[in-house]
């Protein structure tokens, strides 16, 4: 990685962060998702352990449930088929703010032109756009996924003496599922973005990457798919695939008049 485009993705990460209003709003999404949620459940299966809606998705997991208590049991499936879920929504989220500003905000902010004057090709620019939203959002992933598991782990230890163990499930999504996801997330916002002449318009592509994250979510509570390690990793394969595809043809279809229309 060169100086010039170390000094864009550093510009970036300065842009964003020093503007309130949208580093509040990246925050507000992990926060509610990691924290907020998690301690609801955990909360609410202490006081209610043998709701039959939970019970009968206990029944859907590979593994029995003879060893440990049902309270157990069911936060350890919250933990580790119901959470890892949201962990593909943060970085949609992050790359809906971060990446739809990429463009659109050097045009509000009027310095598009002293962007293109740098040693980079218009590529170039476009890669370290994508570089820079891509890594800000796994950034936010991570340091999410380690505050909701110290909270998690916290509350669970204080309520039951015991701790919860993360499922292979979270390493498959962390390494490869949602860098994938993001990627896609980045690379589509990106581009969106350079055409754009606003940040809402920026923005709506976004909502169609939601939409499949919210069924899965919605199909992990109901019991009608709860993603086991085979499903993640042919979902990472795919995903990485069309990220790869995407990235490659954005960049072959990335102009300069693209970005001065």
Known sequence: MNRAVSAVIKKDFFSITSNRRLFSTILIVPLVL???L??????AVHFVPDDPDVLKLLELLPQEVGTVSVELAVIGLIFNYILPVFFLMIPIMTASVMAASSFVGEKEKRTLE?????PLSVKQIFQAKVLASFLFSM????????AMLTVLELEVFFLTANLVVPGINWLIILALLSPAIALIAVTLIVKGSAKAQSMEESQQGAVFLIIPVLLLIVGQFTGALLLNVWILLVLSAVCAFLAWILLQRAMGRFTYEMLLK
């Open 34 to 36: 990691t924290i907020v």
């Open 114 to 118: 002293t962007l293109l004057y740098c």
């Open 38 to 43: 998690p301690s609801v459940f955990v909360i």
């Open 139 to 146: 950034l936010v992933s991570l340091i999410s996924f380690a």
